[in-house]
């Protein structure tokens, strides 16, 4: 090695070194600075930011009023008429509404919704056989006299939602169809009065529920029932099938003030029915016509993409004024193919399109955090109704 290129050699070492040294100085310097930063006052650190706004949960649940109407609907004369009525308070009996009561709470307490929107809180009560209340084509006539309460599913729900602490108080419930008829509940058509020998009355309501302790605050509660309703004949009787909605103005701990609407569509008749129905809602005096963020929570009984034809027609008036889909349809939540909920009848293959669904308006205020199907298997030998539940968690901003 020449004298030379031993020289540079020996400078590059020296370089090396140097270089190293200052790469070592420079992150000890570099460690240094971060220390003070941390120790010195009034330096300000950078935080993870807040999500704006508060996170609200919604819940909407069919309990299933006990027994399918349709026979009696379509009944071909008195005499069907009144054996289809004992067959659905027989069925109603063999459904087990304080049963399942227990798994239907037990899906509300697992979610803790802060607001449910029930549907098909049926009241059914009994009394003598009153030919008058079932010939005057509902209970708004003030004809019927059965007041015996069989199952009240509101009472029943909350029973169990409370049982040991209360955790959900009843903020509002809406009568709707209110029909009062003789049934042949024995099964003999040669006993009572044309085979009848009791009186079923079956109101249908529904209902908001609010969780105790959520820092919730209602104001403007306001129901109301649909003017365009399904009105079949039946045995010669025109019956109007009653529905409407329930609307109030709530905070939920911190979050703004928003409208929850709950209400049950038409399931039943012209499909154009609960169209008309979903456009109350928002046209005129209907709940959604307000400056608020609003919460529609209910089974429309339309969908846009898991039904066809008519089916469409509320869910698609809906999104046309403006309203969004809040809710999963990933697994699907409608409906057993039993009016009987035994767990030996029925599958979770039955659940094949959807009709229950939250749905918000004024979408920059309302955010849609997560959404969950609940209620897909039997529970204490019970399906806990023919429909599965719709649970969302909403974030409410400013």
């Known amino acids: 090695m020449t004298n030379r290129e031993e020289s540079n050699l020996s400078n590059s070492v020296n370089d090396a070194r140097r270089s190293g040294r200052s790469r070592f100085v420079a992150a000890g310097l570099l460690a240094l600075a971060g220390s003070l930063l941390v120790a010195l006052p009034g330096v300000a650190q950078a935080k993870p930011k807040k999500p704006k706004g508060a996170e609200v949960s919604v819940m909407s649940r069919n309990l299933y009023l006990g027994a399918d109407l349709g026979p009696a ?4 004369s008195l005499a069907d008429f009144v054996s289809k009525n004992g ?24 979610k803790s919704p802060d607001l449910v929107g029930l549907q098909e809180a049926a009241l059914w009560r009994t009394g003598a056989v009153n030919i008058p209340a079932a010939l005057a084509g509902g209970c708004g006539s003030g004809l019927c006299t059965a007041t015996t309460v069989r199952y009240d599913y ?10 040991g602490q209360k955790r959900y108080k009843l903020i509002e419930s809406k009568d709707e169809f209110d029909f009062e008829a003789p049934g042949d509940l024995d099964n003999n058509p040669t006993t009572g009065t044309l085979g009848g020998e009791i009186d079923g009355r079956l109101t249908m309501r529904d209902a908001i529920l609010a969780r105790v302790g959520a820092g919730i ?11 365009t309703l399904y009105s079949p004949t039946i045995s010669g009787i025109p019956v109007p099938v009653t529905r409407g909605w329930l609307s109030i103005n709530v905070k939920v701990g911190k979050s703004p003030t928003f409208r929850f609407i709950n209400t049950h569509f038409e399931a039943f008749g012209d499909t154009a029915v609960r169209e008309a129905q979903a456009k109350e809602l928002f046209q005129g005096s209907g709940p959604a016509k307000t400056g608020l963020p609003v919460v529609l929570v209910g089974d429309l009984n339309s969908d846009d993409d898991t039904v066809t034809g008519g089916d469409r027609l509320a869910y698609n008036a809906l999104k046309g004024a403006g309203f969004r889909e809040r809710s999963t349809d990933k697994p699907l939540g409608c409906c057993l193919k039993t009016s009987i909920l035994t767990s030996n009848l029925g599958s979770v293959s039955d659940f094949d399109h959807q009709v229950d669904h939250i749905m918000t308006r004024d979408p920059a205020k309302v955010k849609l955090v997560n959404s969950a199907v609940t209620g897909r298997s039997p529970v204490n030998g019970y399906w806990d109704s023919d429909h599965a539940g719709i649970f969302s968690t909403l974030r409410i901003l400013p």
């Not at 609907?73 to 071909?76: D, S």
């Not at 509101?154 to 049982?163: E, F, G, P, V």
Request: charged content about 30%; proline content about 0%; overall charge positive.
């Open 73 to 76: 609907i379509g009944a071909t």
């Open 87 to 110: 067959q659905i308070l027989r069925d109603v009996d063999a459904n087990k509404f304080k049963v399942r009561a227990k798994g239907l709470a037990k899906e509300i307490l697992a």
């Open 154 to 163: 509101i009472k029943l729900l909350l029973d169990q939602l409370n049982k």
């Open 217 to 227: 605050k209602v104001s403007g509660v306001k129901t109301a029932h649909y003017k």
